[in-house]
């Protein structure tokens, strides 16, 4: 799929080293199609590193997508040049007048937080609203996921002693489900959350359902039945690479995480770890852009 991105963006460069169609702006403009727009609220602190993983799970669908990368505010990142942001990033603020055929959410390192006392708590909800009527279809990731679900459900989540890091096994919970088509009847997910809902908290909502669970990691995918909403409560687009890093920088500030399940070799922190995931990750991804954006969104997107 092309991928239509800022020719200078970093990812650009990862992305075509993988042999990943990455078309430049220019080139788009020359193309005589209807494109797939998409916003990501990257809302992740390594906002480079999110944006390379999120485009790589974009990139496996015939469509042409048009990509705007948001934030919410103008304070600086400490992971991220603010030269960055001003270049790549636009506020929501001045696109929330447009529609979009799709919005991720990302997650955040917010675990811990209750979400009211969340600094930009009031923003965040702002976009949830504005999706209702502006999005197709929208997918929220990790933190992202339990924050949307207690804004619009009323869900709140209960939060581990320890946080739950790992490669766990998933298995599908409907045949029929166009989200999961083409999955394995078990398929393999990381997670790095302190937050969770349980199971039975999910089956009081007659307008959500469960898509994909774990025995270890509980539930990890659910839709709501007009498909205009999608939780993710794991990380399918993690590198390889990617536990790991949070689980050196958890040791380096003293925080005594614990091991990874499942994720290094032979329960080796000195051995790399390897991806075991990225298939079924690209394929959730996808899904939702045939299944839940494509095949459901207008021709004309309509724009105030």
């Keep these: 799929m092309p991928i239509k991105i800022p020719d200078q963006l970093p990812a650009l460069a990862v992305l075509a080293n993988e042999n990943i169609f990455v078309m430049s702006e220019y080139r788009a403009i020359n193309q005589d199609i209807r494109p797939m727009k998409v916003a990501i609220l990257n809302l992740m602190p390594n906002k480079i ?10 990139s496996n669908t015939p469509l042409q997508i048009n990509i ?26 001045e696109i929330k007048h447009l529609h979009y055929d799709g919005l991720i959410v990302t997650g955040a390192p917010l675990g ?3 979400y009211e006392k969340v600094s930009y708590w009031d923003k965040i909800t702002e976009v949830f609203a504005w999706a209702q009527n502006n999005v197709t279809s929208t997918m929220y990731s990790c933190w992202a996921a339990h924050a949307a679900l207690y804004h619009f459900y009323g869900i709140s989540r209960d939060l581990r002693v320890e946080k739950l890091s790992g490669v766990y096994h998933h298995q599908t919970q409907d045949p029929m489900a166009s989200l999961t088509r083409g999955f394995d009847e078990e398929f393999k997910v990381p997670h790095s959350r302190f937050g969770e809902v349980k199971k039975q908290v999910y089956q009081q909502q007659a307008n959500l359902k469960i898509l994909a669970e774990s025995a270890d990691a509980g539930v990890y995918l659910v839709a709501t039945d007009d498909k205009k909403h999608v939780f993710v409560t794991g990380h399918p687009e993690y590198d390889a690479t990617t536990l790991k890093d949070e689980y050196l920088r ?9 091991v990874p399940c499942n994720y290094f ?12 995931w990225r298939s079924h990750g690209c394929l959730l991804f996808s899904n939702w852009l045939n299944y839940y954006v494509y095949q459901i969104t207008p021709y004309q997107l309509e724009q105030d």
Excluded: G
């Excluded at 990368?69 to 790549?88: Q, Y």
């Excluded at 958890?250 to 614990?258: N, Q």
């Design 49 to 58: 590193e999110a944006e390379i993983q999120i485009l790589r799970m974009l």
């Design 68 to 93: 705007d990368f948001v934030r919410l505010n103008l304070n600086e990142s400490k992971n991220t040049p603010k030269a960055h942001l001003d270049e790549f990033y636009c506020l929501f603020d």
């Design 112 to 114: 811990q937080i209750d």
């Design 250 to 258: 958890d040791m380096a500030a003293e925080l005594a995480p614990t």
């Design 265 to 276: 070799p032979s329960e080796d922190v000195k051995q790399q770890p390897k991806n075991s």
